[in-house]
T-cell receptor, first 108, second 114 residues
Framework: KNEVEQSPQNLTAQEGEFITINCSYS?????LHWLQQHPGGGIVSLFM???GKKKHGRLIATINIQEKHSSLHITASHPRDSAVYIC??????????FGAGTRLTVKP | NAGVMQNPRHLVRRRGQEARLRCSPM?????VYWYRQLPEEGLKFMVY????????ESGMPKERFSAEFPKEGPSILRIQQVVRGDSAAYFC????????????FGPGTRLTVL
């Protein structure tokens, strides 16, 4: 079993829909990260969480430490949100262990 | 303030050759992480370095792979005698220190082994 499990693997949405991507992990962590990888391959760090909730624009990330679960929400989705979203957990050395990613496609 | 830089962006090697991948961290960052993304697979941790020290190399293959981060200059990931299975995207990320878990990623080097 992977240390970091994401769901769904693939997600297709219509523009404007509310999107949720889930992440569960099975190890102790120092922080949880949500990353975005665009079709060109570049990786952008969206959020780093150790507790609670963070919001940036239309993106919201939450984490429940007791349940070892995090969610990434996108409100009012747009085609430019199409990307692979990756959940990663940071260990003692802050080295990241990654989920397999969720491929999001937002159709106009 | 330039971000994390990696070069080359694309590298083609024949089987048996050596590949050298370079990573210049963000200014003021002294910690570098290397990750590998095999085709159609997720990212995997390889090695964590501080200036002149390897902190954790548990994700790096024992043979043919080595990494360094000298006092001066970029971090280097070196792959000797490359094989087709080494074809992947190699990303580095940097952070200012161990107490700062946020990492900033470079654009990656895409290695193709013919």
């Amino acid at each position: 079993k992977n240390e970091v499990e994401q769901s769904p693997q693939n997600l297709t949405a219509q523009e404007g829909e509310f999107i949720t991507i889930n992440c569960s992990y099975s190890v102790g962590i120092s922080a949880l990260h949500w990353l975005q990888q665009h079709p060109g391959g570049g990786i952008v760090s969206l959020f780093m969480l150790s507790s609670g909730k963070k919001k940036h624009g239309r993106l919201i990330a939450t984490i429940n430490i007791q349940e070892k679960h995090s969610s990434l929400h996108i409100t009012a989705s747009h085609p430019r949100d199409s990307a692979v979203y990756i959940c990663a957990v940071g260990g003692d050395n802050n080295d990241m262990r990654f989920g397999a990613g969720t491929r999001l496609t937002v159709k106009p | 303030n330039a971000g994390v830089m990696q070069n080359p962006r694309h590298l083609v090697r024949r089987r048996g050759q050596e590949a050298r991948l370079r990573c210049s961290p963000m200014k003021g960052h002294s910690h570098v992480y290397w990750y590998r993304q095999l085709p159609e697979e997720g990212l995997k941790f390889m090695v964590y370095l501080q200036k002149e020290n390897i902190i954790d190399e548990s994700g790096m293959p024992k043979e043919r792979f080595s990494a360094e981060f000298p006092k001066e200059g970029p971090s280097i990931l070196r792959i000797q005698q490359v094989v087709r299975g080494d074809s992947a995207a190699y990303f580095c990320a940097s952070s200012p220190n161990r107490d700062s878990p946020q990492q900033f990623f470079g654009p990656g080097t895409r290695l193709t082994v013919l």
